[in-house]
Antibody, heavy 122, light 108 residues
Framework: EVQLVQSGAEVKKPGESLRISCTAS????????IGWVRQMPGKGLEWMGN????????KYSPSFQGQVTFSADKSTNTVYLQWRGLKASDTATYFC???????????????WGQGTLVTVSS | SYVLTQPPSVSLAPGQTARITCGGD??????VHWYQQRPGQAPLLVIY???DRPSGIPERFSGSNSGNTASLTISRVEAGDEADYHC???????????FGGGTKLTVL
């Protein structure tokens, strides 16, 4: 059974650093892209980018390029989302999800983590 | 950049048919995927590749895609279908993923 398990909720102050995690099981971890999606309170889903664990190749949305960093650890089947210098506007729930390709090569997310709530407040 | 437009909300009574639209320029040329998100939960894939249902998704859920509009149709709506529904495509020109703004389905 495919599972993505994310780390627990975090409360941070502006300017602090943070790394949250997403640990995969039930499939060949290195061979599937993992994506990160942000959901601000009461808002829709925003694609942040994807990472390919086999070689840590990354693709960032322009909206998040330079604001966050993705990384992967193949030894623990875990991907990470990191901030250096959090802002109050980073307050949101963050989801990881496994990317797969459809029949016409349009990618989508077939399995999602449970989400990590990040609250940034002074 | 590519934009997907969804109505903010749809309301109907149990047993009726819900149609949630997702508008985009020549969207019929793209593969559209739909996610259901119940309150406080992670999104769940309900339709992929315009019309296909993942294992475990009821046949009441169906999708279509033509011209500038893709649609998610839920037949015989139940209280348990109350959720936000998000459409998603991949823009091959920019190599970016795009989500619609989401539609809140309320079952009266």
């Amino acid at each position: 059974e495919v599972q993505l398990v994310q780390s627990g909720a975090e409360v941070k102050k502006p300017g602090e650093s943070l790394r949250i995690s997403c640990t995969a099981s039930g499939y060949s971890f290195p061979g599937s892209w993992i994506g990160w999606v942000r959901q601000m309170p009461g808002k829709g889903l925003e694609w942040m980018g994807n990472i390919f664990p086999a070689d840590s190749d990354t693709k960032y949305s322009p909206s998040f390029q330079g604001q966050v960093t993705f990384s992967a650890d193949k030894s623990t089947n875990t991907v990470y989302l990191q901030w250096r210098g959090l802002k109050a506007s980073d307050t949101a729930t963050y989801f990881c999800a496994r990317r797969v390709l459809g029949h016409n090569y349009g990618p989508f997310f077939d399995y999602w983590g449970q989400g990590t709530l990040v609250t940034v407040s002074s | 950049s590519y934009v997907l437009t969804q109505p903010p909300s749809v309301s109907l009574a149990p047993g009726q048919t819900a149609r949630i639209t997702c508008g985009g320029d020549n969207i019929e040329r793209k593969s559209v995927h739909w996610y259901q998100q119940r309150p406080g939960q992670a999104p769940l894939l309900v339709i992929y590749d315009d019309t296909d249902r993942p294992s475990g998704i009821p046949e009441r859920f169906s999708g279509s895609n033509s011209g500038n509009t893709a649609s998610l149709t839920i037949s015989r709506v139940e209280a348990g279908d109350e959720a936000d529904y998000h459409c998603q495509v991949w823009d091959s020109i920019s190599d970016h993923w795009v989500f619609g703004g989401g539609t809140k389905l309320t079952v009266l």
